[in-house]
């Protein structure tokens, strides 16, 4: 049976005001993917009349962080996780409303072995960002740690 993770959304919404401002929803949802989605307004598009880069990026980086804290809910007493670095990379002009794909890239239990032996273990999520038209307008790689709680 798969683990419960339909709290993640709440959860967010809870944890990162911003989430519940910029308007983020949640679709599918996994401990290895989730999807989220940002619907077009017009108060956050850019020069050209789409959605504005800063709002592309806070999209894929919260989907990460969803996957992160669905993957790591059991971890949370005894970690924190924070971004170390992220990239992105544009590559169509977006219109529309925004989905964004993120995906986990290393099996959780790695991640929390290496937490369990002392580390400080990071771990990567790639994010695929998708249009109203379904062109694919961005693609994000973000590193995150757990950093023990001490």
Known sequence: ?????SWVPAAMAQAVPWVTTAG???GDIST??????LPDRPDQHNHV???HAAVMFGLGETASGAVGLAAFAGAGDRAVPLV????ITYLALAKGDLSAEAVL???AGEVLAELD????PEFTVDVTITDADGVQTGAMT??????PRR
């Open 1 to 5: 049976m798969a683990d419960d993770v």
């Open 24 to 26: 983020i929803t949640f």
């Open 32 to 37: 290895e993917r989730v999807v989220a989605f």
């Open 49 to 51: 009349g789409g959605p």
């Open 84 to 87: 170390v670095r992220s990239e």
């Open 105 to 107: 890239t290393r099996p």
């Open 117 to 120: 032996a002392g580390t400080r």
């Open 142 to 147: 973000i590193v995150w740690t757990l950093k």
